[in-house]
């Protein structure tokens, strides 16, 4: 499985867009990228997953540059309950084992 | 149609004393996992298993044994609680190849 890195932490105000990016240096080529939520106290929920450019649903925005080695999860204008933890994760739909790195945890303010 | 649902939502034992925490599902589901999260900290994974009567250990399996004798059920056991498995617990479940994976409300346990 392939490692991931996210930064720890971030802020950001009301109706900014939040910009999240997750290195995935030894992305396989069967692997994809797949981001989740966390709000406290409650189980993680799937936002969207992604193999390669851009991917985009009601909740969010994945994109993934040619090299795929990295990936940008976009939220368009936060509000305060999108304060959470979200997790990279990396995988082929053959993989068995669902594996959460640290998650970033992102502060909204008003 | 409830989803993933954990029993109990919150639990207090003594060191040394063991529990089973129940998972179920009702979206037949081939793949079942157990999480445990620390304050702060990111989900790791205790077991899963891929179908009935499978089982298989995650990254974190020391001190916990789990059984899938139902396809919608997963157990997970504490034989001799100890305070370093005080946590949240949270279970999920998916099918094979799919990206989502739904997970239930969480187990408090807290071990004294």
């Known amino acids: 499985l392939a490692k991931t890195t996210q930064p720890i932490s971030m802020d950001s105000y009301e109706g900014q867009e939040v910009n999240i990016t997750c290195s995935h240096n030894n992305i396989a080529t069967n692997d994809y990228i797949t981001w989740y939520q966390q709000f406290p106290s409650q189980g993680p929920r799937f936002i969207i997953q992604?193999?390669?450019t851009k991917v985009t649903n009601e909740v969010a925005s994945l994109f993934i540059p040619a090299d795929r080695k990295s990936s940008t999860l976009s939220l368009p204008r936060v509000s305060l309950s999108d304060t959470a933890v979200y997790y990279c994760l990396v995988g082929s739909h053959n993989t068995d084992k669902l594996i959460f790195g640290t998650g970033t945890r992102l502060q909204v303010f008003p | 149609n409830a989803g993933v649902t954990q029993t109990p939502k919150f639990r207090v034992l003594k060191t040394g004393q063991s529990m089973t925490l129940l998972c179920a599902q009702d979206m037949n589901h081939e793949y079942m996992y157990w999480y445990r999260q620390d304050p702060g900290m990111g989900l790791r994974l205790i077991h899963y298993s891929v179908g009935e009567g499978t089982t298989a250990k995650g990254e974190v399996p020391d001190g916990y044994n789990v059984s899938r004798l139902k396809k919608q059920n997963f157990l997970l056991g504490l034989e001799s609680a100890a305070p370093s498995q005080t946590s949240v617990y949270f279970c999920?479940?998916?099918?094979?190849?799919?990206?989502?994976?739904?997970f239930g409300q969480g187990t408090r346990l807290t071990v004294v």
């Open positions: 999920a479940s998916s099918f094979p190849g799919e990206a989502e994976a739904f």
């Open positions: 992604g193999y390669k």
